[in-house]
């Protein structure tokens, strides 16, 4: 036979999918800038110039470094106690990294187990589980999470939790259709032909396959936990003082923006910079599924 | 009647590529008014590029050079497209609009390149889909193409291609989607109309048979280039180039046959099995249709014996498997597997006794394993053996089936589908059942890889005392390797026998239809005088 072997065009068949990953620029700008992010929320403690909580009353509000009246060593200027700027955005940055993956693992946990069983065991369990997706997401999440957090108090611990148990339903959505395709699958027919157990065709024969789209689901919903993070630490309901999480700096610095600009516009801008990236990776991975589609 | 005129069509050195692929390298074809060239080959040999290069109508990635190709009158073919060149695509459930009626769809086509009244696109529809044999051309006009099945959709495609009167067809594979039966009656309308209209024909197919039927000439395609071309009569009895004698040599025929003794006891029984299915529809809000997929279906199945299932698509075939390998359960009747009855095993048990390899070898390995650990599950589940001695056997199963070692490794993307298929067969093994059930296992894969697992499974069997079941749609497939042969029809076995017997003298008329649309390719007739002949 003189036909082609395949094998030998694709010889570990890797998939042409990551290689269009590389040759696409916003995720590659998205994640090198969301790398950046986690490996400064990792290595805070060494990169930052201060201690991020010692207060200096005679190095109040000092300027970041373009301005004249700044102060040497302290690179994006002070706070209205005198703790260096710097060092505060960059364990900021433990925060909403912190917040964002634990509040994706929670509902990812939850939203792909109930869609996953949603869609492979249909009926009544189908339907009892579309319409616990079906209330959640008649739930406006921002006002449940600040009356939950109003009555038992904040800290991160508990705003993780509230945000957690919250943004499960996208996932759940797409894991209930995604499963319903690749239930009548030959290989999950041929896997029950097989005498495999219910336990392993879900997770070793449907998991594996519906990763592509949940992945992105994540990505818009850790972008979307990191938002909620800071507007309720805004509020004054999520992260407490003197923890410096970057919704907090924004509201403790909002008295202060008319004469201290940087004092709001610096925490902004890592809120934007990071949601940005994080939804910039997510649709590079959008952009590449569909075009293998 | 033929006059040596220009050509209705003449391309010469026509080039695709696409991104690194060279999809169609440099290749010439003539068309006749009145005749029909078939373009055959197998997947991925570029006849399908090369029909849409010729409609301009190539992906946007796509490069197309030619040094000439032209149409008779000296345009581009694709500058005449739906007026004087038209074309017919390979699959009639998506190739028409289905949120516009047929009758929208035909008019559409008219009135965009002759302009006229709607009376008068109206009325030239309603003559083609006559034409066509459209049953009921009134009511169809007013139908949406869901409501229709794949032959009726596939003629009204036709009708469309018609509806200018086009010199120039270009039919792509129009008939593969379709059962034995439609095709043939596909064909003869095919036929007639080029009588009829004078229409040059361009048909690209990959069956021979249908090559044998229709095609005054031929042109075989392989790896973007034409390999042998000539008049269909030689090129079919005299092959030059290896590459098209080797797909001759692919076309199912009778094996030697073997002497089958029967010896009345089974390892696979099914008494009286019937299903029928609720299904949403019928008047009123609770009203329930059902739906009988099977009825009163008995068989037997020995020890290394070969037992064929042929029927057309929705006669309950698969219904039929899906039972018998435990994925779902009968409403009437019973299953034995070994003496035992099926339904009292759990399914674990009964997937030691019996195994099935499905239709699409591109659906039915998970995508997310390598072949190593796909083939690793049954050998977990169904044996006691430690890593090492999975391993080993991984080995043995991949050589049983003859594939070279390195796949073991490879994922089943990386796999072509005779590959694919032939790891989906060594996972059926992997327990060592009694039984292999097949469902349709050749029907994706091209003719030569077809012939090469055809070729598989009878070895298996021999070596193995391996029983199996053959389900498909092709006659001529069955024929070729099994012992005993079971027609359905609407659910039901309407005949039963050895399959020599079936053939020869097959008695209901329902299997005289399957077998009259079998496309042979005459074989015993001397070099010179081979015809293709439907009946």
């Known amino acids: 036979m003189s036909a082609i072997d395949p094998l030998a065009a694709n010889p570990s068949g890797a998939r042409p999918s990551e290689r269009a990953m590389r040759r696409h620029l916003g995720f590659m ?108 997401l008649s739930l406006p999440v921002v006002l449940i999470a600040l009356a939950v957090v109003a009555i038992v108090g904040g800290s991160l611990t508990v705003v993780l939790l509230v945000i957690g148990l919250l943004l499960w339903d996208q996932f759940a959505v797409v894991a209930r259709t995604t499963t319903l395709k690749l239930r009548s699958a030959e290989y999950v027919s041929a896997a029950r032909a097989m005498g495999a157990s219910r336990a392993h065709i879900l997770v070793q024969e449907i998991l594996p396959n519906i990763r592509a789209p949940l992945i992105v689901v994540a990505t818009v919903e850790m972008a979307n936990a990191v938002l909620i993070e800071a507007a309720l630490s805004f509020l004054g309901l999520g992260v407490q003082a003197p923890l410096p999480s970057w919704g907090l700096m924004l509201s403790e610095g909002k008295n202060f923006m008319f004469f201290s600009p940087w004092i709001i516009t610096l925490p902004g801008l890592c809120l934007f910079a990071l949601t940005l990236a994080i939804n910039l990776m997510g649709d590079g991975l959008r952009d590449v599924q569909e075009a293998r589609r | 009647m033929m006059q040596e005129t220009l050509p209705l069509l003449s391309v ?82 998506t190739a028409l609009n289905p949120v516009f009626t047929i009758g929208d769809q035909l008019r559409a086509v008219f009135r965009h390149h002759r302009g006229g009244t709607a009376a008068m696109a109206r009325a030239r529809a309603l003559e083609l889909l006559e034409r066509v044999g459209v049953r009921e051309p009134e009511n169809r006009l007013r139908h949406y193409p869901h409501m229709m099945s794949g032959g009726q959709r596939q003629r009204v495609l036709i009708a469309m291609a018609l509806m200018c009167s086009p010199d120039l067809l270009i039919a792509d594979e129009p008939t593969t989607a379709l059962d034995v039966t439609t095709q043939a009656k596909l064909l003869d309308l095919l036929v007639d109309l080029q009588r ?59 094996m030697e046959p073997v002497t089958f003794a029967q010896s009345g006891s089974a390892v696979l029984q099914a008494d009286s099995l019937g299903q029928v299915y609720d ?50 359960s009968a409403t009437e009747g019973r299953v034995e597997v070994c003496g035992d009855d099926a339904s009292a095993l759990p399914q674990r048990q009964l997937a030691r006794r019996i195994q099935p390899v499905f239709q699409d070898p591109f659906g039915s390995l998970n995508p997310a394993w390598s072949v190593g650990r796909i083939l690793e599950l049954p050998l977990k589940l169904h044996t006691n053996l430690d890593a090492v001695a999975r391993s080993a056997r991984i ?111 097959p008695r209901h008329p329902k299997t005289r239809a399957l077998k009259e649309a079998v496309l042979e390719v005459e074989w015993d007739t001397p070099v010179t005088g081979l015809v293709g002949h439907l009946r």
């Open chain 2, 395 to 505: 080995d043995v199963l991949i050589a049983d089936v003859g594939l070279p070692e390195r796949v073991r490794q490879a994922s089943p993307r990386a796999l072509s589908g005779g590959q694919r298929q032939r790891v989906a067969i060594a996972r059926a093994l992997a327990a060592n059942p009694q039984v292999v059930v097949c469902d349709e296992p050749t029907s994706a894969l091209d003719v030569s890889v077809q012939a090469q697992i055809l070729k598989l499974l009878r070895a298996l069997r021999d070596e193995k005392e391996l029983s199996i079941l053959f389900i498909s749609h092709d006659l001529a497939v069955v024929e070729n390797l099994c012992d005993r042969v079971l027609v359905m029809d609407a659910g039901q076995i309407i005949e039963e026998g050895p399959a020599d017997q079936i053939f020869a003298t």
């Open chain 2, 12 to 93: 010469r050195g026509l080039d695709v590529q696409i991104d690194e692929t060279h999809a169609v390298r440099g290749i010439d074809l003539t068309v006749k008014r009145g005749q029909t060239l078939a373009l055959v080959g197998e997947s991925g040999s570029g006849k399908s590029m090369t029909a849409l290069a010729l409609m301009g109508l190539t992906p946007p990635a796509a490069r197309v050079s030619a040094q000439e190709l032209c149409f008779e009158t000296g345009a581009h073919p694709a500058t005449l497209r739906g007026e004087r060149v038209a074309m017919v695509f390979q699959e009639p459930m």
């Open chain 2, 196 to 254: 009829e209209l004078g229409l040059g024909i361009l048909f690209i197919t990959h069956d021979l048979g249908v090559v044998a039927k229709i095609a005054d000439d031929v042109a075989v395609m392989k790896e973007g280039q034409i390999v042998e071309t000539g008049p269909a009569r030689s090129v079919l009895s005299a092959p030059n180039h290896p590459y098209t004698q080797n797909l001759l040599d692919s076309l199912p025929r009778p």
């Open chain 2, 279 to 328: 299904v949403q529809g019928g008047a009123g809000l609770f009203a329930r249709k059902t739906f009988r997929a099977l009825s009163n279906v008995s068989l037997h199945l020995e020890q290394s014996e070969i037992l064929g299932v042929v029927g057309e698509s929705g006669c309950g075939k698969s219904t039929l498997a899906r039972i018998l390998i435990g994925l779902d």
């Open chain 1, 29 to 136: 700008i998205g994640a090198t800038v969301v790398i950046a992010f986690v490996l400064l929320a990792i290595f805070a403690p060494l990169v930052s110039p201060h201690d991020p909580f010692e207060q200096n009353l005679l190095l109040r509000l000092k300027p970041p470094f373009w301005h004249t009246e700044s102060q040497p060593g302290y690179w994006l200027g002070t706070d209205q106690l005198g703790r260096d700027y710097l060092s505060r955005l960059i364990y900021g940055t433990r925060i909403s990294i912190a917040l964002g993956f634990g509040a994706i693992l929670i509902s990812g946990l939850i939203g792909i187990t109930l869609g996953v069983v949603a869609g492979y065991f249909g009926g009544w369990i189908d339907t009892a589980i579309s319409t616990l997706i079906t209330t959640r």
